[in-house]
Every structure is written in structure tokens, then in C-alpha cells.
């Protein structure tokens, strides 16, 4: 279901913004097939204070819709999946309403929003998906009528505050902005440690990572500045209680992240076995947790029990 580590960071990042604003599942399986939707969004009764704490973000969820975001340029055939899973949510929808004998409003069907650092011409007239007349909206192309919902096309999004936690998922110098923009947040944000937490821990997977792309280490340099925050947030947490007291901690809450992270995006969830061998990567040294990081990509659920679990 995860297609890159950056796909497993904007679930956990979108749930992250949201939650205050309604329920959100990861992953929801659509009934009528083996279907996964990346997120599926549904409001409650959020205060105004809350949703335009997200600017754009906020607004496009102001009803229930399906989240699809893609680290690259969407293949057609990844737009025609993504359509397929709105049309089998319609589906599933129907069918419960037809079992209640209730009718279906239109209006309450949920959206599809998909979430692509570029699109060309060629891809958004596939898709009918044709831009908003407002300067201000530029960067979204609305799907027709019946298709509900529609493109973000994130680097065309005006750079703004209003646009920042959509930018965070952009590429090249457009998430680099973003990212300063983030950093230079006041520490009282109450979005802020979250965010900034989760991205440390995609910077600290991705360095773990062999052979990396070009891409992917041009990623490590634009996560460096919230990631040196936070090291340095722990420093200071560091000096008020003890320096090297405070480092450990901060060291040990950088490794639990990094790795709850990684066993989710490989395993789904952390059950209670994974759980100790958590407990167990923790307890190691430096330079035992440094050799052994490598291998969690790798070795399967029951190696990685089998070794750090006395049985």
C-alpha cells in the first residue's frame, strides 16, 4: 500500500494537521474492492480558529474526501486508481443507502483531492480538471461535476502563509522554502513540535537508507533545518536538566520515533512482540544502534523477534 518513504510521512503528517478537525483514517479499505484509499477525511465540528490554523489545507476539507498525495508526477494510471477508489466509495455509499431506503444527495457525496508536486497540460486535460478562476486559488484544477473534488498542483500554489502546510509536501527548492518558512515559526505554533518531530524522523530514515538518490539526499538537506531545531531544542531541554542527561532523552525520543516509523511502514502496526523488540533497540549502544539500523530494513517480522526477544 505505501509506495516511498515520503508517501508513509505525508499519511502520518496529514493525519497529524487534521485529527483537530475530524476523524481520519489511514489506509481505509473500500469494500466493493481491494481498494485502499491513502486517507479518508470526515469533519466534525471543528472551530473556525482550528481550520484556518491549516489555510488552503483547511478549506479543502470541509467536507469528507479522500487524500491522495504523490511525492512525484502522477502516471495516469495512479490518477485513473485514484479515480477508481471515489467511485467505489460512491458505490459502497449507495448500496448503504439503498439498504437503509434512504436517498442519496449528490451534494453529500465525499471528494477526491490528489496532491502532486507538478502535472502537465497534457496530464490535467486527461482529467478534466481545469484551473479555478481566482488568483488566489491558483494551483487547484477542479475535476467535473461528476468527478468531485480535484488537482493540487503544489508547486504552483502561491507562496504564502496560507498554502505552507500543503507546500511542506512539495519537491526541490518549493518544500525547501516551505521548510524554512516552518522553522521560522514561533516555538508557541501548537502545530509546530508534532510536524517538526516527523519531519526529523523522514530525514532520520532516509539517512539510513543505502544507496540513495540524488533526490533523496537533495531531501536530507531540505529536512536538515527543522531537524538541527529540534536537536538543538533538546540541547537546551538539555542544560535545564542536566546536559547530558537532557541529550540522551532527546536522543532516545529521536530513535523511538525513527524506529515506530519505520516498523508501521513495513509491518502496518506495532504489536506487543514488536513492541519489545523496540524496547530492545533502545537499550543499545551508540554504535550497536548505528550497525544494527541498517538491517531493520530489511530482515523479516520474525528474524527481528527471534533476536532481540528471549524467548
Known sequence: MTRTPHDEFAKYYLRELLEPLGKIEISRQLKSETRYADLWFSPDSATDRER?????????VDRPCLIE???NPA???EARSCLGKLFSLFAELERKA???KQSLNENNLPLLWILVPTASPEFRKGLGAKKRGSTIASGIYDFPEI???GLIVIHQLPRNEDTLWLRLLGRGQVQKQAIEEFTALPESHPLRENVEELLGNWRAILESRNRLTDEEEELIVNLSPAYLQKREEWKREGIEQGIEQGIEQGIIRERRT????LFRNRFGSLDEPLLQVLSALLRLSD????AELPQLFQVSREDLIDRFIDV
Open 147 to 149: 468527478y468531485r473534488g
Open 52 to 60: 484556518q490554523r491549516l489555510g488552503l489545507l483547511g478549506r479543502l
Open 69 to 71: 498525495p504523490f511525492r
Open 75 to 77: 502516471a495516469k494510471s
Open 258 to 261: 525513527t524506529i515506530e516509523a
Open 98 to 100: 439503498k439498504r437503509e
Open 287 to 290: 554504535a550497536e544502534y548505528e
